[in-house]
């Protein structure tokens, strides 16, 4: 069965310092990834995803993720924080055999203090 | 474009009465749909998906079910509503077929049982 995991509840990073956010996913095929972040009592908005080719894939807000295969990882990462970059952030998988589910992790509660 | 509509956004609703929460999609056909369950502002939990009408996938036994009676609808019920059930319930669509794509959520609804 597929698995996501996010080891950090939280995350704490001094505004302009680069960012990571990890996360390690188990699945038996092929993986598709997917970051997501949540702002308090909205729904999830769609980041980045990595399908296939380059390893690092750069989304919105400034935000890349690099996907290794072979630590089963695929870290969120930012140069340079911003205050409005805190809020819940949650990695995703989906794989091929199990074409329809989308499993999420339990979150990371990023910090950016000014 | 496509749009998603989830209501209500808050609901509170006492121990032992039913439950309907409705999501509908707009602007595709045959989406994949989804319901997740959040306790406490962390992790998402799969409760059900989607491929079809009347087609519907359960993840966790409880004290719900999910019921698609047209395309882009997807609803939420409970018969009897306990105590643990409260959270933020959001609902979810993705493009048929297509397992590399992501998902687009609703704006969810905060659910509070008394």
């Known amino acids: 069965a597929q698995s996501v995991a996010q080891p950090e509840d939280q995350v704490n990073v001094a505004e302009g310092n680069p960012l990571t956010v990890k996360c390690t996913y188990s699945?038996?095929?092929?993986?598709?990834l997917f970051w997501y972040v949540q702002y308090p009592n909205r729904g999830l908005q769609f980041l980045l995803k990595?399908?296939?080719?380059?390893?690092l894939v750069k989304g919105s807000y400034g935000f890349e993720a690099e996907f290794n295969k072979s630590q089963t990882s695929f870290h969120l990462k930012k140069p340079s924080a911003l205050v409005s970059d805190s809020a819940l952030y949650f990695c995703?998988?989906?794989?091929?055999?199990?074409?329809?589910?989308?499993?999420f992790g339990s979150g990371t509660r990023l910090s950016i203090r000014p | 474009s496509q749009t998603i509509h989830q209501w209500p956004a808050t609901l509170v609703q006492p121990v032992g009465s039913p439950l309907s929460l409705e999501c509908t999609v707009e602007?595709?056909?045959?989406?994949?749909l989804y319901w997740y369950r959040q306790a406490a502002g962390r992790g998402l939990q799969l409760l059900f998906y989607?491929?079809?009408?009347?087609?519907i996938s359960s993840e966790v036994p409880q004290n719900l079910s999910a019921s698609r009676p047209q395309d882009r609808q997807f609803i939420l019920s409970s018969k009897k509503l306990l105590l643990s059930d409260s959270g933020f319930y959001l609902c979810?669509?993705?493009?048929?077929?297509?397992?590399?794509?992501?998902?687009?959520f609703g704006q969810g609804t905060r659910l509070t049982v008394v």
């Open positions: 979810a669509w993705t493009k048929p077929d297509r397992t590399n794509t992501e998902a687009f």
């Open positions: 699945v038996s095929g092929n993986p598709y």
């Open positions: 990595y399908i296939t080719g380059d390893n």
């Open positions: 995703a998988v989906r794989e091929l055999s199990s074409a329809s589910k989308i499993i």
């Open positions: 602007g595709t056909s045959n989406p994949n």
């Open positions: 989607s491929v079809g009408i009347g087609q």
